[in-house]
């Protein structure tokens, strides 16, 4: 593989929309996004860390000092980033669903979903690099960490995410990452 410039990945910016599980996702990089996909707000700037992990079983042999073999034993894949805005959609999605409603006029009130409540969600990052798009896909996921938000002077109140991708026989590929980007092509 040659040494190619143009092949350098900068995610200055992009988008984080949830929907419901089901949720048709776009069919390429370009197409816009459908009817259920609400888009996050703001992040903060350190942007999304997106990681695909596995958990590796040493399979070691009694002639050999290094393990002979090893099997994965479980695969993850998470996304992780601040939600800068701190509204009813935000909240809700933070939490793990729940309720925003309004009581009177201009009182809203948030009520936390039930303890045995799991909230599951189709997820998307997209991100962009000049012409070229970038979304990852997840088709099944749920909020994984506890949110932790400090309320101080000079810092905004962020809802730190991290998501994380939930098997399912139904679903073709747990994630996928679609994208207009030529340099691709050199994978096949």
Same mark, same amino acid.
């Given at each position: 593989?040659a040494?190619d ?7 200055a910016?992009g988008?984080?929309r949830?929907?419901?599980v089901?949720?048709?996702a ?6 816009? !996004? /459908?009817? =259920?996909? #609400? ?6 700037e350190d942007?999304v $860390? ?8 040493a399979?070691?042999v009694?002639q ?13 894949f ?7 805005q701190?509204?009813?959609?935000q909240?809700e999605?933070? !939490? /793990?669903? =729940?309720? #925003?409603?309004?009581d009177?006029?201009?009182?809203f009130?948030y $009520?936390?979903p039930s303890p045995?409540v ?7 990052v997209?991100?962009?690099d ?5 979304r ?6 749920m909020?994984t960490?506890?949110?932790?938000t400090?309320?101080a002077r ?10 994380g991708i939930l098997?399912d ?6 994630w996928?990452l679609l994208t207009n980007?030529?340099?691709?092509v050199?994978?096949?």
């Amino acid at each position: 593989m040659a040494k190619d410039t143009d092949q350098i990945v900068v995610g200055a910016n992009g988008t984080v929309r949830v929907a419901p599980v089901g949720t048709a996702a776009p069919a390429d990089a370009s197409d816009p !996004f /459908g009817a =259920g996909w #609400v888009d996050l707000g703001y992040t903060s700037e350190d942007g999304v $860390t997106f990681t695909d992990s596995k958990t590796l079983e040493a399979i070691p042999v009694w002639q050999l000092f290094y393990p002979a073999r090893r099997v994965v034993t479980e695969r993850d894949f998470t996304m992780a980033f601040a939600l800068r805005q701190f509204a009813g959609h935000q909240v809700e999605f933070a !939490f /793990g669903g =729940g309720e #925003v409603t309004e009581d009177d006029p201009g009182l809203f009130r948030y $009520t936390p979903p039930s303890p045995e409540v799991i909230d599951e969600r189709a997820l998307s990052v997209e991100w962009l690099d000049g012409s070229k798009v970038y979304r990852i896909i997840m088709e099944k996921g749920m909020v994984t960490e506890n949110v932790e938000t400090k309320l101080a002077r000079a810092n905004a109140a962020d809802l730190p995410i991290t998501f994380g991708i939930l098997g399912d026989d139904a679903i073709a590929a747990p994630w996928f990452l679609l994208t207009n980007d030529p340099s691709f092509v050199e994978a096949t």
